[in-house]
């Protein structure tokens, strides 16, 4: 294995390990969730654009055009009760989901699509894990509920990134 390949690999990973430890606390802040989300659902509809170009799969194209759908309007839901709390929103897709974005970037042709399909069910497993958290111990009523009412729809996301990872 090549080193700059092995370099990749330890960083990716490395990137992946340290998310979920940072998530460790039992509340989560209004403030901290909206970050987060918004960064994770623009990072979501990002990688889904690059997979309608890259992708020659029909079942990639239509789990990226589900994404990009679903997470558009999750992030101006989200955007909508940021304004009315007087909150921020990201713009852009955090550090780690860029690395994962550079890494796809890399990849082409069925390579792509395990990658994409494997990096979906990595971050829908670490939303889905986000917005338990903020279900469940926000500091803000508003917040939980949004969290709480998205679940379901990023679990079923989980269900379909794990069919397509899987090929079945």
Do not use: C
């Amino acid at each position: 294995m090549p080193i700059t390949t092995l370099l990749r690999s330890f960083f990716f990973t490395a990137l992946i390990a340290a998310v979920p430890a940072a998530w460790a606390a039992d509340e989560i802040r209004a403030q901290d969730f909206v970050d987060q989300a918004s960064a994770a659902g623009v990072a979501e509809i990002e990688s889904a654009r690059m997979a309608l170009q890259k992708s020659q799969s029909p079942e990639v194209h239509n789990f990226a055009e589900q994404m990009i759908k679903d997470h558009t309007k999750a992030n101006e839901d989200l955007k909508e009760l940021a304004m009315n709390k007087q909150l921020e929103v990201a713009s852009e897709a955090d550090l780690m989901n860029k690395a994962k974005a550079m890494i796809l970037e890399m990849r082409e042709g069925e390579s792509f699509d395990q990658a994409y399909a494997n990096n979906q069910v990595k971050a829908h497993e670490q939303v889905i894990e986000l917005f338990t958290r903020a279900s469940q111990g926000s500091n803000d009523s508003d917040v939980q509920k949004f969290a709480e009412d998205r679940l379901p729809e990023l679990k079923e996301h989980l269900e379909m990134a794990k069919k397509l990872a899987t090929g079945n």
